[in-house]
């Protein structure tokens, strides 16, 4: 059993003036244990929702409205560590079972007790985690006694481990020192610290070099391959880059407006892209080692507004190969098409003996 998370058919809605406005519709995705999920879209597709809602995080006028988070039990818990000396405590594992996170309460004591034990968060801007005025041990010490019976002197010596871990020089130094005393990069390597304090066996990183500049983004982003590798962690990694994707992914879902329209391997996706949307975001990618060009606009028209979603497929006022008739009535389900991969494009099957009445999407698998 090497899947860690399954998100299946899930939906978070949002309450506006205008209704009620589907920001993520019917989302599939798989994370593998020790494996590297690349979620890649525009700004604005969902990938932020969809993993807050992974970890009921979706605040009101929010709220999830259908599908499962299953997360299952890791099969080596309560064994040994890994044998790299982790300086982190092990937390006995919130469950025993799969456990379906949708289905639990946003504020109960049962998402808390996965929170940061099982799956952990790190955000673009590390000040969603941290507090500026509270020394940056105690913020890591505290996190750690959230889910460990450790005293404090032992939790500011995990602390200073960790911060050793994430490549800041100095960590005796720095343990006491407050956020507002460091730079961004230098935040957001103490963020991804407490994220790991608990040893979490799946890191959501959702756009978390995006405000950095160059290179302290490249520098981040290895940081993050390496501990991903080093503590065999699942980790789902949100960005709109593809170079990122090439970088970082073992498995990548591109999402575009609320749904994930292809998912896969890397390689598989990479070098035989079958949606439109794909092929046309990784021609927009700067050749590697060719001439300089400037970002084009390789993608003609623009995202439709979530709240007036097309009929049919919603990437079909921008694709170059929509079929009239067709892709104007029915809204592609997801289309397995073999090793592994799963296409939402009615150039690969799903419209047979469907009308606009039928129901679609609803894979029952
Ligand atoms: Fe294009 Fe039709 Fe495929 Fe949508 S379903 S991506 S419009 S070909
Ligand atoms: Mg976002």
């Not at 890649?40 to 807050?52: F, L, P």
């Not at 009101?60 to 982790?86: E, K, M, S």
């Not at 941290?130 to 500011?156: D, M, T």
């Not at 592609?332 to 679609?360: F, H, K, N, S, T």
Request: aromatic share 4%.
């Amino acid at each position: 059993q090497d899947v860690l998370l399954e998100v299946r058919d899930l939906r978070t809605r949002f309450r506006t003036d205008h209704g009620e406005v589907p920001a993520v519709n019917g989302v599939d995705l798989t994370l593998r244990r020790g494996r590297t999920l690349c979620v890649v879209g525009e700004s604005g597709c969902g990938k932020s929702v969809t993993a807050r809602s992974i970890l009921q995080l979706v605040e009101p006028p929010g709220r999830i409205t259908g599908g499962r988070v299953l997360l299952h039990p890791d099969p080596d818990a309560g064994g040994a560590d890994a044998g790299d000396g982790h300086a982190s405590a092990t937390a006995s594992p919130a469950f025993t079972e799969s456990v379906d996170l949708a289905a639990l309460s946003p504020k109960g004591k049962e998402i808390r007790r996965v929170r940061g034990r099982d799956i952990s968060m790190i955000f673009q801007e590390p000040m969603a985690s941290l507090s500026l005025v509270h020394r940056v041990g105690n913020q890591i010490g505290e996190a750690i006694r959230v889910h460990n019976p450790v005293s404090k002197k032992e939790a500011r010596r995990l602390s200073v481990a960790l911060l050793g871990q994430v490549g800041i020089p100095s960590p005796e130094r720095l343990v006491d020192s407050y956020p507002f005393q460091l730079s961004g990069g230098m935040r957001q390597r103490v963020m991804i610290a407490m994220a790991l304090s608990c040893e979490p066996r799946l890191l959501i990183a959702d756009e978390p070099t995006t405000a950095l500049d160059v290179t302290t983004q490249a520098q981040i982003l290895d940081l993050l391959a390496d501990l991903q590798k080093r503590r065999g962690m699942g980790m789902m990694f949100i960005t709109h880059d593809m170079g990122v994707v090439a970088e970082i992914a073992d498995d990548v879902a591109v999402m575009y407006l609320g749904n994930v329209v292809e998912r896969g391997t890397v390689d598989d996706v990479f070098h035989a892209p079958k949606h439109p949307y794909t092929r046309a975001l990784l021609e927009s990618i700067p050749r590697m080692g060719g001439a300089r060009r400037d970002r084009l606009p390789a993608i003609r028209g623009t995202v439709p507004d979530p709240a007036k979603r097309p009929t049919g497929c919603v990437f079909r006022d921008r694709c170059d190969s929509a079929m009239p008739g067709l892709c104007d009535t029915v809204d592609p389900p997801p289309i397995d098409v073999g090793g592994g991969r799963q296409v939402r494009c009615l150039l690969y099957g799903g419209a047979e003996g469907r009308g606009p009445d039928d129901q679609v999407g609803g894979t029952g698998d």
